[in-house]
């Protein structure tokens, strides 16, 4: 007993990434681009050397060969010690390093729900995924159950087929992990399944509309409320005829969009829950769904997902605001307005439904998320000092665009279908630095033009010379056509890329592309910026793309901009509603002098 040797045991445990870090440096890889490869950075933001790489590697590597020399074959440890007295230690091959490996089982790690995610990916990897806030296993698979099939388009380049490999290793490892991926969290892309599902009564699966198919039973073929005239459209059905009332939407996306969503659900409670065909729905049945608007049924509400996935449903939360009630009624009543128009239905049930009651808000839009005017001068200030590098094309493309709207007061659409063309000196501006003006197309279809800062002009030209474009050569129709505004990289969304490659001409950014513009930056401020106190930083993390446009509106105000400039300048229709940015103004004057006033002796002391 007292010559026999103690069982080797190892200091730490080896992570899958570890070994294959080893077989590269074993097949001669330089350790700088191992460490480029396979390992993060420490948790003191430090990337790992060369040298620390080599000098780890080669510490794994004795303490595998040591535990294969107590554990392997006799045959694979007289050679490694063979090895070793001949070079001072085993040197190893690609073959006899498996071996080691096999010989040395018991030293990986078992992937558990604690350990980050660097632990058992690569750091491109890793990186993106703590960009989203996952850090530990156990985040991922909770991240994974909670946006279902399409978790991974909410993770920056990460494509469907490596979601494919981490789901299926998540799901290989579950016992050590302790946590389990949901079945419904399918291996493959989610835009392939668009079978039609039919919907014929209750219990049926909840679908989209373009995914739904109605029963003979309550598709409308022969309901009630049929018209018996001649009619304008070729619809057999209920749902023939919906399409073609959305179809005359197809131009306005938005609209479409928003008229679309309140339809499917209209559709899907008159067959699921009333068990009803659409056009035989009476007063009572619509009363009935107006009540249905302000509790949906827990079937109807889900978390966001694509229209794609078996999670998707019509409602993401269990109780509409009135307004939201109010609207969904009012887009109703329109629908079936137009059905009788058309002659596909005799009357209109919602004709005798009153609106649902909403209470009249003195301000209705949130304009408190508008950046103070000192926190607005130090975000450019800080971005115009991120777009000196030659490198720094992303930010040139942000500030250009958060000029646009925060400067012009433009709403995301209208940035993303800003054109050149359109852009031009003010006729009217006779002072030392020049006003630009822009035309856009807002809000009803309606044309309005804005001012142009000098400051966003400057930086349209330099994102312009990142794309190659001449920005101030109007001789050439080809660069009058191109938006003012354009990614320089297709983002590697199936969507993006489909837009891109169908036209000749480059495309600009989509309303989605410019919200995740905004968000970047948002990012990189909150990151970079010094000096960031606690609202500042609540500011900068809530801003969106419209936040910006409030902040033109309030700042106008603050420097005593007319209120119908600004009015028009925004493309309000009422001027009520511009005159909440004044309003907003004169109540932080009161609050500023209190607090001076405060500080005053008491004249009755």
């Not at 045991?9 to 570890?18: G, I, K």
């Not at 940035?415 to 630009?436: C, D, E, F, N, Y």
Request: glycine share 6%.
């Amino acid at each position: 007993m007292a010559n026999r040797s103690l069982p080797i045991t190892l200091t730490r445990a080896y992570s899958r990434t570890d070994f294959t870090a080893l077989r590269a440096f074993v097949q001669r890889v330089p350790p700088a681009t191992i460490a480029r490869l396979y390992f993060s950075e420490d948790s003191d933001g430090n990337a790992p050397t060369a040298g620390w790489v080599s000098m780890y590697l080669r510490r794994m590597q004795a303490d595998l060969v040591d535990l294969a020399i107590e554990h392997g074959s006799p045959v694979l440890a007289d050679h490694l010690k063979a090895s070793a007295r001949a070079h001072g230690s085993a040197r190893l091959t690609a073959v006899t390093l498996k071996m080691v490996e096999q010989a040395a089982a018991l030293a990986v790690a078992r992937p558990d729900a604690q350990h980050p995610v660097g632990m058992w990916f690569r750091p491109l990897v890793s990186l993106r995924l703590k960009g989203e806030g996952i850090r530990t296993l156990g985040d991922l698979v909770a991240f994974c159950n909670r946006r279902g099939g399409s978790w991974w388009r909410g993770v920056p380049r990460i494509g469907a087929g490596r979601a494919r490999h981490i789901v299926a290793w998540l799901r290989q490892h579950e016992a050590s992990i302790g946590e389990r991926v949901i079945d419904d969290v399918e291996l493959e892309d989610p835009l392939v399944a668009g079978d039609p599902v039919v919907v014929d009564g209750p219990r049926s699966a909840l679908v989209p509309l373009e995914r739904m198919t109605i029963g003979a039973a309550l598709a409308g073929t022969n309901g009630a409320n049929r018209s018996n005239a001649f009619p304008f459209i070729r619809a057999r059905n209920d749902l023939d005829a919906v399409r073609a009332y959305l179809n005359r939407y197809r131009d306005q996306p938005k609209t479409l969009r928003v008229y679309t969503k309140e339809l499917e659900r209209f559709l899907l409670w008159a067959v699921a829950v009333r068990g009803k065909a659409m056009s035989a729905l009476m007063v009572e049945d619509c009363e009935a769904y107006k009540d249905f608007l302000g509790l949906p049924s827990p079937s109807f509400v889900g978390p966001r997902a694509p229209r794609s996935s078996p999670r998707w449903r019509p409602f993401a939360t269990d109780a509409l605001t009135p307004e939201s009630q109010r609207y969904a009624t009012r887009a109703l009543r329109a629908a079936f307005a137009w059905l009788v128009d058309v002659r596909y239905l005799a009357g209109n049930p919602w004709k005798a439904v009153n609106d649902p009651r909403v209470l009249k808000r003195e301000a209705s839009i949130r304009i408190d998320r508008a950046l103070p005017a000192d926190l607005w001068e130090r975000a450019r200030a800080f971005m115009d000092e991120a777009c000196e590098p030659v490198g720094a094309k992303q930010w040139r493309i942000a500030r250009a665009l958060l000029l646009l709207m925060g400067e012009s007061g433009l709403r995301r659409e209208e940035a993303a279908g800003a054109m050149r063309a359109r852009l031009a000196v003010s006729p009217h501006s006779i002072r030392v630095h020049t006003v630009w003006q822009l035309t856009v197309i807002g809000k009803r279809n309606r044309e309005r033009t804005v001012p142009v800062s000098p400051a966003t002009v400057s930086a349209l030209r330099a994102h312009w010379r990142d794309r190659g474009e001449d920005f101030d050569d109007l001789r050439s129709s080809a660069s009058l056509s191109l938006p003012l505004l354009a990614p320089l990289v297709v983002p590697s969304f199936r969507v993006a890329e489909a837009r891109h490659a169908n036209s000749d001409a480059p495309q600009g950014y989509s309303t989605q592309g410019v919200w995740r513009l905004v968000r970047w930056a948002m990012k990189g401020l909150l990151e970079g910026m010094d000096g960031l106190s606690e609202a500042d930083r609540t500011v900068l993390h809530g801003a969106s793309p419209h936040a910006f446009r409030h902040t033109f509106g309030t700042h106008a105000a603050a420097d005593d901009v007319p209120i119908d400039v600004i009015q028009r300048a925004l493309g309000h229709a009422s001027m009520q509603t511009t005159s909440i940015y004044v309003q907003a103004e004169q109540r932080r004057m009161a609050h500023e002098f209190e607090r001076f006033y405060a500080s005053e002796p008491d004249a009755n002391e």
